[in-house]
Nanobody, 122 residues
Framework: QVQLVESGGGLVQAGGSLRLSCAAS????????MGWFRQAPGKEREFVAV????????LYADSVKGRFTVSRDNAKMTVYLQMNSLKPEDTAVYYC???????????????WGQGTQVTVSS
């Protein structure tokens, strides 16, 4: 059973950048596709980005495409989300998630972290 712990959230001004990290333990990290999701107050949780087990395939939500980049370091058992040109509407709790199947990691991943708050001020 893999455990996931996010870090790197915080308060940033619009136009700024943050890099989120998600450290995994308790499993074979390279056997999981890794996803990022977010949930804003009063809204449902939504998909942000996903990266394949090897890192060779990535998908992004249209709302973040061109601004966010997902990457992973299998040796460090960590996945990252680099967020640039942040907007107030990016304010949310950001969660990382894992699933053995890339397509499932994009939709309904099995394993979830606890989340980290990102707040973008205007």
């Amino acid at each position: 059973q893999v455990q996931l712990v996010e870090s790197g959230g915080g308060l940033v001004q619009a136009g700024g950048s943050l890099r989120l990290s998600c450290a995994a333990s308790g499993g074979t990290f390279s056997s999981y596709a890794m996803g990022w999701f977010r949930q804003a107050p009063g809204k449902e949780r939504e998909f942000v980005a996903v990266i394949s087990r090897s890192g060779g395939n990535e998908l992004y939500a249209d709302s973040v495409k061109g601004r966010f980049t997902v990457s992973r370091d299998n040796a460090k058992m960590t996945v990252y989300l680099q967020m640039n040109s942040l907007k107030p509407e990016d304010t949310a709790v950001y969660y990382c998630a894992a699933d053995a199947i890339f397509g499932v990691a994009r939709l309904r991943p099995r394993h979830w972290g606890q989340g980290t708050q990102v707040t973008v001020s205007s």
